[in-house]
């Protein structure tokens, strides 16, 4: 308050220097007394604000850096060189403790200049005392101590005892940070005395926390506290909350130290409360580094990370990467405590980055910190040689410190050396003496050094015994995942292995079925049970390839000639190449070797053929290459290639096409079929054999797979044996995995038009074949490939219900539903979702997109038909109900009712239906009008009205006047008026569709009515 009234004086000050100022300009009689008086009202005002803005450049930096730019814009051209030097400082200083490191560092360079330029020592002396501390924020000791000295030796030279006590304390600050316990303390003690002698109690209680901050550094928590009370109850006389809040923030560290955590937080919260209301982030950012810290501790995780948190969000805003560091740090810990190792590992991360990039330091920490991590995380061989990183920091800072050490040993030999001989010059006598306790000191000092030499060679030894004990730790641990992961394989392989059996029971009766089947409705459902069990059989096939490798279980290699191969391939594939129209182009060298088995050899080129078909569109291009090439003279390569004219593979899915069990996300879209287990297996067979396979990084028009083998020696005595069933088999599955668009598309046929219309959204076309057939007889069958195609043709054909897969390319069933649902055509729609999704999340989230039905595959035939039934009867009932309810508002007049049963754009709907017949039933009104002004095409409003009321447009438009001309027979007028008024073309008109609705002759009803 007392702060706020000065601000209220000093501004009605200001105003009146200004009107006594403009009064000098209008009265010249007695300018000259008068404007004498404004200057010195002037430069009193002028006072006032520096004094104020200089006594808040620390409690509250933001109105202080107000004022001092408010005062430089007002008294720009009245300003001497020492007040506008005064006020640049503020400006510096207000900067740096608003953390704005740039714009402090241009003031204190213009104060610096000012100052030289004037020979204004007392202002040179405050810019380098502000320039010391922008170091000293900046973490910059050596720079912040050698402007501090430059400051000091001016302030001397003054004789500003304040100001003395001011760089004393800051210079025993920066000694303490770098351990020089005894310096720091004598420093402190020199500042203490200038400040009693200057009176300056709030220096008093600042040097007061820096010797609290040297006790808690040796260990003296009860001195440490003990000190900062003294300072705080100073600084509560004084009303400084900044400093009151950091004295809080002092003594809170020392609680937390002693482990008194609830006293460590009520001194946090006190200071805290202290800040509240003003401007201090940095400070902040301490207070809640603090609060995370102790919570922590605690093990109270979600208030620390929410302390943590806030502070990282303010050290960011600063640009601090030091502070950011220990942050960074303690939330790896808390989540590690968490047991989130995952974000845990994230935040290790980044502390590692931080302290890479900005504090070399404490490197060795932020390594321990990532191996704590990983190691929680069973990832053993990282969090090793993390361990070994941090180790050899850990040496390489302990041979620093000796290094150090052994260097101020040194220094302080020396200068004890020089000290004795001044002391030898002045008095001889005592040389001595001086010499034989020099000798003494040099004594102890080299037994204090070998002491400390073995000391540190025993925790290195033991270190050292500790990483050899991890290490064996981790190497049991690898031995046990290894035997895990063979005892897997040999799992999978059994699994898949007997997974033959089953298939084969299943696909040989099928075949036998098929041959004596006339029916073409069961024929296709055989051919596709066929064929998917064919796929899966293929993909059992690939598993237990892939587990042969895992455990090296391959027969023999010999060489044999994969030109071969390649011929025998494309003459049992050629059929498909025919039936897609696609050209194939082979350029085939006889005679290419290669150490490989027949098996394998069918596995890499059946899988690269086989894909070529599936990605090459009809009327595409094939090409395939095969010839021997020399390196040198005396090694030789065989090199083959595969291109085709199909989608390519996109250049940021190119390194993880070879990847088991990897699907991509191009393939995805396409709705292409597989497990991502082909081209794996491709590459772990050439592999086998000491070859490579590769993407040709330059081949634009599709895709190019590239093989290299080394070239064996020719083994003429053997002939070539292809294995026909293999290729039977591949082709067949090939052929499989092209779309079925002739069959169902023929289906897309309006054949049963007294059917309820169903669209069925599946990209499978075997799985769409199948449901049309289940519920053929039922309804008439749309058909779209995914989400996308299916939002089209339900705004184009307002079906009677829709069964859509969830999982589709394009657009998702979720992404359609909601699309169909917010439509006000289509919103009407029963939704049913048939899907392989069993979870309940899926579910759920179904229910909320109101979809009417959740279905998992595989389905009931008799249950989803009823299913679909109930929902179309239920639908009925609905139109029945909304025409009653639309009849009943006419006769109200209360056409705004909103009906619950159906959804808000169904409501709007038939608000602007009804206010569109309103407007227009007298005269005429027909679907062409209605169409115009709802602005619907004719099909698809027939059928949302057929859909809302069960009524064709002609039907509701009479019902609707109808209903208006039985509410008009109320009244005085006669039938042939009302008859034309409601838009009939005649009274005998009228009547006729009147008796045949109400059962009775519009007279009879009138007279009734009233």
Request: aromatic share 8%; glycine share 4%; charged share 25%.
């Amino acid at each position: 308050m007392k702060i706020m009234e000065k601000l209220s004086q000093l501004a009605r000050g200001v105003t009146l220097i200004s009107l006594i100022l403009f009064s000098a300009v209008g009265d010249k009689v007695h300018g000259g007394q008068e404007s004498a008086q404004a200057n010195l009202n002037e430069i009193d005002a002028i006072k006032n604000i520096l004094n104020s803005a200089e006594a808040q450049r620390y409690t509250n930096p933001e109105h202080s850096l107000k004022l001092a730019e408010d005062a430089l814009t007002l008294y720009e051209n009245n300003l001497n060189s020492k007040m506008r030097a005064r006020f640049l400082n503020i400006l510096a200083w207000s900067h740096l403790r608003l953390g704005n490191f740039k714009h402090s560092e241009t003031y204190i360079e213009s104060v610096i200049n000012l100052a030289e330029n004037s020979h204004n020592i007392e202002a040179l002396a405050d810019a380098y005392n502000t320039k010391g501390g922008f170091y000293w924020y900046k973490l910059d000791n050596t720079n912040a101590y050698r402007y501090y000295e430059k400051s000091l030796a001016l302030y001397r030279e003054i004789g500003d005892s304040r100001k003395i006590a001011t760089l004393l304390s800051n210079l025993g600050t920066i000694q303490q940070y770098k351990e020089d316990y005894t310096s720091a303390m004598t420093l402190f003690i020199k500042s203490q005395k200038y400040a009693i002698l200057a009176d300056d109690k709030e220096q008093l209680a600042a040097t007061l926390d820096n010797i609290g901050v040297l006790y808690q550094s040796t260990g003296q928590q009860t001195k440490a506290l003990d000190v900062y009370n003294q300072s705080l109850k100073i600084k509560l006389n004084l009303g400084n909350n900044t400093e009151i809040a950091n004295t809080y923030l002092n003594i809170a560290t020392v609680h937390g130290s002693t482990n008194n955590y609830e006293l460590a937080l009520e001194h946090l919260r006190n200071a805290a409360g202290f800040i509240k209301s003003i401007k201090a982030p940095m400070l902040e950012m301490y207070i809640h580094l603090n609060f995370g810290e102790v919570y922590l501790k605690l093990e109270q995780f979600e208030y620390a990370i929410e302390h943590l948190s806030i502070s990282k969000k303010i050290a960011e805003q600063r640009d601090d990467p030091h502070i950011l560091r220990m942050i960074f740090s303690t939330l790896t810990h808390t989540y590690i405590k968490k047991n989130k190792s995952h974000i845990a590992l994230e935040y290790a991360e980044k502390t590692l980055d931080t302290a890479i990039k900005f504090d070399l330091e404490n490197l060795d920490s932020a390594y321990y910190d990532i191996y704590s991590v990983q190691k929680s995380l069973g990832d053993y061989t990282n969090a090793l040689t993390n361990f070994e990183n941090y180790n050899q920091l850990k040496n390489r800072r302990l041979e620093q410190d000796k290094l150090e050490s052994m260097n101020r040993l040194r220094e302080e030999y020396e200068s004890e050396i020089k000290s004795e001989k001044i002391i030898s010059l002045k008095n001889t006598n005592s040389l001595q003496l001086r010499i034989f306790i020099a000798a003494i000191l040099f004594a102890i000092i080299i037994f204090m050094f070998l002491h400390r030499f073995r000391s540190m060679k025993l925790k290195t030894t033991f270190l050292e015994s500790k990483v050899a004990e991890r290490t064996k730790e981790i190497e049991d641990q690898n031995k046990v995942i290894s035997n895990l992961l063979i005892k897997k394989n040999e799992l999978f392989s059994n699994v898949s292995h007997e997974f033959r059996t089953p298939l084969t029971l299943i696909m040989s009766p099928l075949k036998d079925l098929l041959k004596s089947q006339k029916n073409p409705h069961l024929k296709t459902v055989l051919k596709t049970s066929i064929y998917n069990s064919e796929k899966l059989l293929r993909m059992v096939d690939q598993m237990l390839d892939l587990a042969k490798l895992d455990t090296h279980k391959e027969k023999e290699i010999r060489s044999i000639d994969i030109s071969q191969s390649i011929k025998f391939a494309l003459i049992y594939m050629s059929p498909l190449f025919k039936e897609n129209n696609l050209t194939i182009d082979t350029l085939i060298e006889d005679e290419l070797w290669v150490k490989i088995t027949q098996e394998n050899a069918d596995k890499i080129f059946g899988n690269l053929i086989s894909n070529a078909i599936k990605y090459t569109p009809k009327s595409g291009n094939i090409r395939i290459t095969a010839s021997k090439t020399s390196i040198n003279s005396n090694n030789h390569m065989i090199l083959a290639s595969i291109s085709d004219s199909g989608i390519g593979v996109p250049s940021n899915e190119k390194d993880r096409i070879f990847e088991r069990f990897v699907r991509l996300e191009s393939n995805s879209k396409l709705s292409t079929p597989g497990a991502g287990v082909g081209l794996a297996l491709v590459k772990e067979l050439i592999e086998l054999c000491d070859g490579k396979i590769y993407l040709d990084e330059e081949y634009t028009t599709g895709a190019k797979f590239i093989l290299e083998f080394p070239a064996a020696e020719a083994t003429s005595s053997q002939s070539f044996q292809g294995n026909s069933d293999f290729w039977h088999t591949e082709s067949e599955v090939a052929r499989n995995y092209l779309p079925n668009e002739l069959e169902v598309n023929s289906r897309n046929i309006n054949v049963h038009s007294e059917y309820p219309k169903l669209l069925i959204v599946e990209d499978n076309p075997d799985m769409s074949t199948y449901i049309s057939t289940c519920l053929d007889g039922h309804f008439e069958s749309l058909y779209a490939h995914d989400g996308d195609e299916g939002v089209k043709i339900a705004l184009e054909e307002i079906p009677d219900i829709i069964i859509t897969d969830l999982m589709m390319p394009n657009k998702s069933g979720f992404e359609m539903s909601e699309i169909l649902r917010n439509d006000k055509l289509t919103c009407h729609i029963p939704i049913v979702m048939l899907t392989a999704k069993e979870d309940e999340t899926s579910r759920i989230h179904a229910w909320e997109l109101d979809i009417d039905e959740y279905i998992e595959k595989p389905f009931n035939r008799d249950e989803l038909i009823i299913r679909c039934h109930n929902l179309l009867n239920i639908r009925k009932l609905i139109s029945e109900r909304i025409r009653n309810n639309n009849s009943r508002s006419l006769r109200t007049k209360n056409n705004q009712t909103q009906n619950p049963q159906i959804s808000q754009a169904d409501n709007i709907f038939m608000k602007e239906l009804n206010q569109c017949m309103n407007k227009n039933f007298e005269g005429r009104l027909d679907a062409s009008i209605l169409s115009a002004e709802l602005k619907i095409n004719s099909k698809q409003l027939q059928r949302k009205i057929k859909a809302l009321y069960n009524q064709t447009i002609p039907e509701l438009i009479r019902n609707y006047r109808l209903t208006k001309g039985a509410d008009l027979l109320r009244s005085e007028k006669d039938v042939t008026t009302i008859a034309l008024s409601v838009g009939f073309s005649s009274q005998n008109y009228f009547s006729k569709c009147f008796s045949a609705r109400y059962g009775m002759s519009p007279s009879s009803y009138k007279s009734i009515k009233q």
